[in-house]
């Protein structure tokens, strides 16, 4: 699971891209909690596979009182989705995966956060 960050003006999109399964999923989260109190939009346009530890993960930010929009899920995640259920609890936005407004700010992509640790994540 490879995931970047990028700053859309009051919203933060985490652009994720590999499977979200269990031992990966942890990379969301890390990203996420260095995020506490910013609106978080997670864009699964480019995750290929999700098991139930993914979709733990997604749960556990919501209920962690994070502002959270599930972007653009991929076929097979938002087949997930309605099988769970879960497309009536999280909020799902099928749209451009550059933005959420059409005001992308140049420039405030961050590196690269990967599976093996949280400390990248400060950056953002």
């Given at each position: 699971m490879?995931?970047?960050?990028?700053?859309?003006?009051?919203?933060v999109?985490l652009?994720?891209a590999g499977?979200?399964?269990?031992?990966?999923?942890?990379?969301v989260?890390?990203?996420?909690?260095?995020?506490r109190?910013?609106n978080?939009a997670?864009?699964?346009?480019?995750?290929?596979?999700?098991?139930?530890?993914?979709?733990?993960a997604?749960?556990?930010l919501q209920a962690a009182?994070?502002y959270?929009?599930?972007l653009n899920?991929?076929?097979?995640?938002?087949?997930?989705l309605?099988?769970t259920?879960l497309?009536?609890v999280?909020?799902?936005v099928?749209?451009?995966a550059?933005s959420?407004?059409?005001?992308?700010t140049?420039g405030?992509?961050s590196?690269?956060?990967t599976?093996?640790?949280?400390?990248?994540?400060?950056?953002?």
């Open positions: 490879l995931v970047t960050a990028e700053d859309v003006g009051n919203i999109i652009h994720c499977r979200l399964v269990r031992g990966e999923e942890t990379s989260l890390c990203a996420a909690i260095h995020l109190g910013r978080i997670i864009d699964l346009s480019n995750v290929d596979g999700i098991d139930a530890a993914g979709v733990g997604l749960l556990a009182d994070v959270l929009k599930v899920p991929s076929t097979a995640v938002r087949e997930v309605r099988i259920k497309e009536s999280l909020e799902i099928d749209q451009q550059s959420t407004n059409g005001t992308a140049p405030a992509q590196p690269a956060l599976q093996t640790g949280c400390s990248a994540a400060a950056a953002v």
